[in-house]
Every structure is written in C-alpha cells, then in structure tokens.
C-alpha cells in the first residue's frame, strides 16, 4: 500500500485559488486516488476522485471549481481550487486504494478508500 502526504494548505480571500498537492511514497499507477474534507463540527465530504485511466468525478458543491489531476511520473495527485469560498474552509485530505475492476464506479465511491493522509488546512476568508 502506498502511504499518502498533502501539502499546498493555505490562507487565502474569497475567489483565490490553491494547488493542494499529495505525494504518493510509491508506484501510484494501480490506485484510485480522492480528496475529501473535513470542516469543524462536521462530517467529512468526499470532493473528487480519479481512476487509474483519467475518470473523474466531482461533489456537486465544486463542479466547475475544483480540477483533480494525477501525475503518475511523479507519484503525486494535484487538486487545483479555483474561486475560492469561505465554504471551502476545511482540512483536505488525499486517499488512495488499489483500483478494483470487478465492481463498477469503484473509484467514485469514497467508502472504498482505505489509505488517508493527514491532511492540509485550507482557510477562505471573506
């Protein structure tokens, strides 16, 4: 199993934009990968996800905002947030689990996810 790190966690105004990034410690080729965030008092949200052949999929709240991409040559997964909102404040967290192919939808289904970094703060202020 890979271990997962994020970085790129930062304080920014109201429609700036992050590039979040996770650095797998290993061949990330086979994985799924995600992103999810948790806000304080609150349960944590799946964001996005990518396949091992590109697929993506998108929470309804970031559709049109966010971008999940992956970098296989270099073992790392981006996800570039764009017009930020003070929604968007959260602690961000990057997931990974081998892609299985016997079950349809496998990597848009955060329950499957079973390898979690320790996340990066992102604050929006308004």
């Known amino acids: 199993q890979v271990q997962v790190t994020e970085s790129g966690g930062d304080s920014v105004q109201a429609g700036g934009s992050l590039r979040l990034s996770c650095a797998a410690s290993g061949y990330m080729n086979p994985y799924c990968m995600s992103w999810s965030r948790q806000a304080p008092g609150k349960e944590r949200e799946g964001v996005a996800t990518i396949s091992i052949g590109d697929l993506t999929s998108y929470a309804d709240s970031v559709k049109g905002r966010f971008t999940i991409s992956r970098d296989n040559a270099k073992n790392t997964l981006y996800l570039q947030l764009n017009n930020l909102k003070p929604e968007d404040t959260a602690m961000y967290y990057c997931?990974?689990?081998?892609?299985?192919?016997?079950?349809?939808?496998?990597?848009?289904?955060?329950?499957?996810?079973?390898?979690w970094g320790q996340g990066t703060q992102v604050t929006v202020s308004s």
């Open positions: 997931a990974a689990v081998r892609q299985s192919f016997l079950i349809s939808n496998f990597c848009s289904d955060f329950k499957n996810y079973n390898n």
